[in-house]
Nanobody
Framework: QVPLVESGGGLVQAGGSLRLSCAASRRTFSSYAMGWFRQAPGKEREFVAG????????YYTDSVKGRFTISRDNAKNTVYLQMNSLKSEDTAVYFC???????????????WGQGTQVTVSS
């Protein structure tokens, strides 16, 4: 098990920024690739960004490229998602997840956090 806890969500105006954090309570965190997913009401959970275990490789869905940045600090067992230039369509519950490799498929991630709400007002 790799318990994950997200934080940093909230209400922000369009064009604003938020930084999400995902803390793991296990030191084996550094062995896992990490991903951020989001789920809007009535929609499927979708991949947003991913990062390899070392942090050397990052991946983004097209709609957030240039606006979001994923990073990790293995010494702190934490992964981050810096979100800039937020749009109303970014409104969703954001989840972090741990897996053996970075993929866009949620089925490939074994451990999930409980999610944090991000609401962007226009």
């Amino acid at each position: 098990q790799v318990p994950l806890v997200e934080s940093g969500g909230g209400l922000v105006q369009a064009g604003g920024s938020l930084r999400l954090s995902c803390a793991a309570s296990r030191r084996t965190f550094s062995s896992y690739a990490m991903g951020w997913f989001r789920q809007a009401p009535g929609k499927e959970r979708e991949f947003v960004a991913g990062i390899s275990w070392s942090g050397s490789s990052t991946y983004y869905t097209d709609s957030v490229k240039g606006r979001f940045t994923i990073s990790r600090d293995n010494a702190k067992n934490t992964v981050y998602l810096q979100m800039n230039s937020l749009k109303s369509e970014d409104t969703a519950v954001y989840f972090c997840a741990a897996g053996l490799g970075v993929t866009i498929s949620k089925e490939d991630y074994h451990y999930w956090g409980q999610g944090t709400q991000v609401t962007v007002s226009s």
